[in-house]
């Protein structure tokens, strides 16, 4: 088992930057694939990031260039650095890991997921 708690989620206006953190425990080989994931109520989780334990990446087109993910493996921890944000990254963003993943940003590759942290951008 894997237990996923996020943090750092709050309100900014468009423009602004926030740093979402992921921290991981349990079984630390189902954690090689971490990634980070949004709903926006209404539609399916989207995927926006991911890093696997050697440090490959995956972007969503949508936040190449504005989104930065980074992991710390000594601190089981990924982040997710967000800049340039508009009211569209309004969402939940949840962290999501499993030990392999085919499709690293489809949400179906995924066993284990954190409560999630909200992100409000005002315009």
């Known amino acids: 088992q894997v237990h996923l708690v996020e943090s750092g989620g709050g309100s900014v206006q468009a423009g602004g930057s926030l740093r979402l953190s992921c921290v991981a425990s349990g079984h630390i080989a189902s954690t090689n694939y971490m990634t980070w994931f949004r709903r926006i109520p209404g539609k399916d989780r989207e995927g926006v990031a991911a890093?696997?334990?050697?440090?490959?990446?995956h972007y969503a087109d949508s936040v190449k260039g504005r989104f930065t993910i980074a992991r710390d493996n000594a601190k089981r921890t990924i982040y997710l650095q967000m800049n340039n944000l508009g009211p569209e990254d309004t969402a939940m963003y949840y962290c999501?890991?499993?030990?392999?993943?085919?499709?690293?940003?489809?949400?179906?590759?995924?066993?284990?997921w954190g409560q999630g942290t909200q992100v409000t951008v005002s315009s």
């Open positions: 999501a890991a499993d030990g392999v993943a085919h499709l690293p940003l489809r949400a179906d590759s995924y066993n284990y």
């Open positions: 890093i696997d334990s050697g440090g490959l990446i």
